[in-house]
């Protein structure tokens, strides 16, 4: 990861971030994808400066997204995703991170997802070294409802490692849903959820969930749009 890393994305974030990042983060709200992606890259950034890079990435929202429901061409049915023009205008728009991603093989891809059709967040991790793909999700559903989703991120997997001519972005063969994972108490906090479980990854504490985060809702809330203000997290 080049040492020069300044979240240049973030940063083209900005203008439109002042006005979305108080509406968003209040009691209530539902939080918008430019704070997730902000998450993201702050996150990225958490792990470039405790040298964890190689080990984990996240995925900006607006890749995640057309990987996730573009209706690709045709003539990428049996072909790469790689190759349809949609993808790559996201991929152009995302390309330092998707850059990384193929210079730079990370054991771990995070996916922020958002499931339109339920306008509901949750995330899905990819261990590429165990093959595995763990769904965090506070409203948690059986494995068949997820099936789409992994099955966009296995194919996406598989074009980048038939572009870089490597083995290395296997697909995931084993699913799991973290059904201790806390679950929401409404149909608003997704994305609180959402980032409190994006940072849980990163700090490895996926094996010690609270019971439930409802009554800190507030205060995850407050430190996390202060930590956004502040384009850092602690």
Not at 38 to 54: G, M, P, R
Not at 131 to 149: G, T, W
Not at 166 to 183: A, G, L, Q, V
Request: net charge negative.
């Amino acid at each position: 990861f080049r040492s020069e890393y300044n979240l240049d994305g973030l940063l083209a974030k900005d203008i439109e971030l002042k006005p979305t990042i108080t509406s968003t983060m209040a009691p209530e709200a539902e939080v918008d994808g430019l704070i997730i992606s902000v998450w993201s890259d702050l996150l990225n950034k958490k792990l470039v400066s405790e040298k964890n890079i190689d080990r984990m990435m996240f995925l900006d929202t607006d890749l995640t997204l057309t990987i996730l429901e573009h209706k690709f061409s045709k003539n990428c049915e049996n072909q790469n995703l790689l190759d349809d023009e949609i993808l790559k205008q996201a991929i152009n728009r995302n390309q330092e991170c998707y850059g990384e991603l193929i210079t730079n093989k990370r054991r771990i891809v995070v996916f922020p997802v958002n499931d339109r059709i339920r306008h509901h967040w949750f995330l899905i991790v990819a261990n590429l070294t165990k093959r595995k793909i763990i769904i965090y999700d506070s409203l948690a559903r059986e494995q068949k409802n997820y099936k789409i989703f992994i099955d966009r991120i296995n194919l996406f997997l598989e074009n980048v490692d038939e572009y870089q001519e490597t083995s290395f972005y296997r697909t995931c063969k084993t699913i799991e849903i973290d059904k201790k994972f806390p679950t929401q108490p409404n149909a608003v906090d997704c994305g609180v959820y959402l980032m409190f479980g994006m940072k849980a990854v990163v700090d490895a504490e996926c094996n010690d969930w609270p019971k439930e985060i409802d009554s800190s809702i507030i205060r995850l809330r407050n430190e996390y749009l202060k930590q956004i203000s502040e384009k850092k997290i602690q």
